[in-house]
């Protein structure tokens, strides 16, 4: 048949970002930031959030908390991500969130409280503005974009760098309607904002090349005429490079970036999921060789900036936090019954003072 | 001064309260330059600006998302829904969010959003255009559910609903945006978010209704008072939360009751107030409390609609029953 | 014959039906080979395929709406929600396409959908995973809504509801998915979708139940046995349309009722019962009917959540408070 | 700063085609379908459609007829695209459809009947699987994606011809998740479906550039990872060279395509609206240089198939035609009012007997 002629409108490239590779060396000159101080601390950042991780679901396994999403493999987006914000930035985090949420100062026994039923645990002594864990998938994505719309709107001189936005999500996010009126209001209202995806490959139990016929996730940014790139999300080098990027186009007013972090889901889904159902042996051997705390112990101690003494004492300090935030965990009490009413309008309505009495009675 | 309608008692609680507060930002499909498709927001953006009275992208989800992440950061947002018919994907976020931001972070971050819509049918619009699914939003913990029914209501409860430091769904009785007119002082006074309003004094039943309902509640109680039939009219207004005691006060006088709306009967707003009067009432029903309501249909195209509205008949034959009741021996 | 837990009766009547009927196509997240987070659609892609048993992307307004198309097209869509916490995006397909095809077209299309989810706390769940609105769904004209408490009625009921020509809204109170095992014949035999279920028979008062609760409701009533209280215990199960029949009936040998569900109780369908029972059994009524329900609020994350869930105590005393109402004098 | 190096993963074009241009002169050689005959029809459908849609208008204005959207301007994308389909293909329809329904073989008294406040008019006589018109916004292009997978599901043999789906909606429904998660369902399952936007660059109020950031709505598919293509959408024979190629292809198990038909809205929103409150008036002055009729016509004269004889014979038999409908629908009486529960279930509950002799007694 014959084609007929057509004429070109537009072009768009998508793109991806590594600096180590899987075997944990540079596959480009590294960026500034990337000290050995600062190799360091992601060094222990990540492995800090390995280990609360692997507690949690102990204390899952012998009923001292609730169904728990481990963040194992996973590490280089939460610690990249939540450290590249500035302190009066916004997080707005999915659920999936262990590192960040360390990086923004969560304590770890808050963390611990809101997986083990207990609503005190989203009481934040720091990070006070920042969102809630967000269960139902992707709706945090449009908080997000209300967040940035606030920055921007408070802000006086759009000339001066703003604060911004920060959010993310599984792939699985990606299909739902949330995320694309999130950054197409993004797009189209140049919102401070950089919604970043953990394309761990899985959402429990659909894999990521049933989600959408896409090629990549990070090519959903055009459809919001948008940023949109792609990086390694088990080189939390090149992780904390784009979202410090992001972060700063969206402080100048240069409006959302999309990045999707390619890693993969070294763990089941939840503590309440079985892997082994769906998932490939082989398939999760290989993913453990691309795995980002393995990686950046190779570079660093390639680079001799790392060695078993420090490592030591390392695993010897990360050990000795997680314990007392454990302990604090375990040792606090329940909460009273009334909380219930306490917090869910600012003052109780008149309305349901009886059955504030009711249950007080009831205790 | 001059007589407003509704409608534009709602442009002009907007105004004041822009006015007052640089928090307040009002946002939704054609609010803008276009002024709203009822003109509720009229001017506004010209007078405000962009960044303060804003066009949405087409997107109801993303309204109702988008005001939490503004709530959660100090602002005021007032969302506008272009009709009731079309808020079922917000639903979403009001229900999960909006009404929870406040328990879930212990008090951390709150949730003062305004999410307006006009509401309800009669005015002959085409489908989806005549919802009253109030009763949705009034079963969500952790909301406030608001109907005015006059110019003065209106701009007394939307102010409060915006300094209301929770989450408030406020309906707009569409079919009487411009039915009166009245006088309404435009002093920022707001009425109390947890008050009925008695809006005719009687003593032989109580009639229970909001929103445009009451035009015809009102109307069958004139008409009642020409047989001698003295009717109490309430209007709760606050639907939620709800204040039962002035209707209980009532029916300390009337022993009989009458609730009228016109959303659909089954699981309607009328069976929790008959509820609660029975909790708090029983030994003072002289009988059954009545319900006169729309049909447990959709609410047809425009051509039958006269027929599925509560009208004047129905509610004066449902007084009648309730007033010839005699309580059985069955007891 | 085995016995099995009524999550597995699900399965049963899932299977039974995919293989009777081609038509029908069971779709959602993960019920592929996963089998369902609850594993309610255990085995079946194996079985029948992923044309007939599909994972969809994660999206619960696309899964409502495709199933209107589906339907539309005359196959029988059976769409799982992972939650009933996740199903509120589906709501504005659920309400203003798949209720009323049927009627929009004047029959000339139709959608014989069975949206299922599981619903209801006290399963130690994460936040959102404990939702029981079905009140939501209950006001809404041209559903049917459909909550099983047994593996037997869960069977018999859900092949009703596939095999019923409109929409349904199936929920599995997910806390009884396991919670005992009865012998269920794979005969492939529906049970009718607007006849309540009598539990237990007794005289001296009748609690009206559904799902989950009608543990503790049964419970309360063997409780109140022991003490010569007897106690009819009545599961509507086909709450949409509501068989107010059996209820009634049951009344006039009782003349005294409680209502338990785990909803909030404002706008909860206790309300409507209650209406209900005032419209039809006035006089039959020797004290108000009583509510036990969730509070209004949202329910608590896990730790909080057995003082929220209506207890057996509260159900006893309840009870007990409305054996000991003597009518007053007012009337 | 230092540019990071980045690896290409993926390259998008959008591209747009045309035939006619707007002095109707042909930018390129026709394709074969367009004889002189199915021009013909095309101009005859295209004008019958603007005459109901004057006729409409007029009713309203008398109050006769309900709110209605008129098509006015975008006629070659309803009668492009409802010409397109085979009559067991199945339209899934947005609101504002004149044109296309009467290509399916609606009647005029049905279209008129539905916004005459009449759900008959959605029972149609002919297109009895066609969906019913949908007023929430992109709601339909689900359906559409269910109807989708019904059609290839039922269908034995995938590497025949399938029955398709098409849907259509505006440039306002491209914000709405709805349609979003529409695309990339059909992508991710291959689906039989064309998505038709007519972009008419108007929301209402809102103008297309305020809807998004995107330089096109094409680019939109892109998210989804199927093909996307923009079309001069006041050009016949190009929309209905693109819907039918997308058809095609959808036929042939190849998946679906997003069309972005570029039109403008010449008249209000609907006979509720007074665009004058946000359209200039020169940018719809230069609209009407534009539209689909005229440019047509210019054509066909210009080739020789038409003239004033054609035109004036053409005008006289479409008023026959609209009147007699017209009078079809004034006369047709009002539903008894219990035919609001005849069609709400296949057959009326027990419980809802008592509610439906109720109504009888009021009539
Ligand atoms: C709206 C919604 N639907 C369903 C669920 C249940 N659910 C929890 S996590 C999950 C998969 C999420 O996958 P993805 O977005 O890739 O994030 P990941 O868990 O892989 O980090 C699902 C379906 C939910 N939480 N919210
Ligand atoms: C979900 C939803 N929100 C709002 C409306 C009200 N409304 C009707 S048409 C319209 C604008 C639609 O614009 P577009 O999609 O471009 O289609 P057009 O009317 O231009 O053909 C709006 C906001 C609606 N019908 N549905
Ligand atoms: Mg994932
Ligand atoms: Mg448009």
Known sequence: MHKPRMQLLASFDIASLQYLDQRGQTTQALPDFATPDTLITFYRQMSLARLVDDRAVKLQRTGQLGTYPSTLGQEAIGVGV???????????????????????????????????????????????????????????????????????????????????????????????????????????????????INNNQWAISVPRSAQTACKTIAQKAISAGIRGLQVDGNDIIAVREAVTEAISEARNNKGPTLIEAVSYRLCDHTTADDASRYQSKEELQQAWEREPIARLKAYMLSAGIWGDSQEEELQRELAEVLEKSVNVYLNTVKDVPTAMFDHLYQQLPEALLEQYQALQGDD | MAQITLVESITQALAYELNADQRVVVFGEDVGINGGVFRATDGLQQQFGVDRVRDTPLAETMIAGIAVGMAAQGLRPVAEFQFMGFIYPAIDHVLSHAARYRNRTRGRLSCPIVYRAPYGGGIHAPEHHSESMEALFAHIPGLRLVIPSSPARAYGLLLAAIRNPDPVIFLEPKRIYRAVRQEVPDDGDALPLDRAFILREGNDVTLISWGASLKETLAAAEQLSTEGISAEVIDPATLKPLDIHTVIDSLEKTHRCVVVHEAPRFGGLGAEIVAQINEYAFDLLQAPVNRVTGYDTVIPYYRLEDDYLPGVSRIVSAVREVLEYSTGEVK
Chains 1, 4 share one sequence.
């Not at chain 1, 009066?88 to 659920?95: E, I, K, L, M, R």
């Not at chain 1, 000339?159 to 792939?171: C, F, I, Q």
Request: net charge negative.
């Open chain 1, 82 to 196: 939540g450290g590249a914000l500035a302190k009066t930035d916004v997080y707005c985090p999915n659920y999936r969130e262990t590192g960040a949420l360390l990086e923004r100062g969560v304590a770890i026994e808050e963390i611990l409280a809101i997986w083990g039923g207990d609503e005190r645990g989203q009481n934040y002594r720091h990070a006070r503005e920042d969102l809630p864990l967000s269960v139902p998938i992707a709706t945090q994505m449009l908080h997000a974009a209300g967040v940035a719309f606030a920055l921007k709107y408070k802000h006086e001189n759009l000339d001066e760098p703003m604060r911004v936005a920060v959010t993310s999500g599984g792939d699985g996010a990606t299909s739902k309607g949330d995320f694309y009126e999130a950054i197409n209001l993004a797009g189209d209202w140049k919102l401070p904002l950089v919604v970043v």
